[in-house]
């Protein structure tokens, strides 16, 4: 799969199943920030309020950062309302 394939499927399946749990993508958020000792991520399995889904999606964890951001700056009420220019500069 190419880069913008990976980065379009990713960007759908994290709005899909956490749209309505920003909790969890803010937690997956701090884990892809945190966890740098690998270069890729693979996403599992997600929980949520009445049921779950699994599969598997395996992209640089950079680019599951960038794709988490970007949806938690679009539905998360407390997410600040302004990039700055070092966020523009770094991850557009």
Not at 56 to 82: G, S
Request: hydrophobic share 40%.
């Amino acid at each position: 799969m190419a880069d913008a394939e990976l980065k379009e499927a990713l960007e759908l399946y994290l709005r899909r199943n956490f749209t309505n749990n920003i909790p969890g993508l803010r937690a997956l958020a701090e884990k892809a920030w945190k966890e740098t000792t690998e270069d890729s991520v693979t996403i599992t399995s997600h929980g949520f309020d009445g049921g779950s889904a699994s599969g598997a999606i395996t992209c640089p964890r950079h680019m599951l950062l960038v794709a988490v951001e970007r949806l938690l700056a679009e539905i998360d009420p407390a997410a600040p309302t302004q990039r700055t220019s070092m966020a523009v500069a770094r991850f557009s």
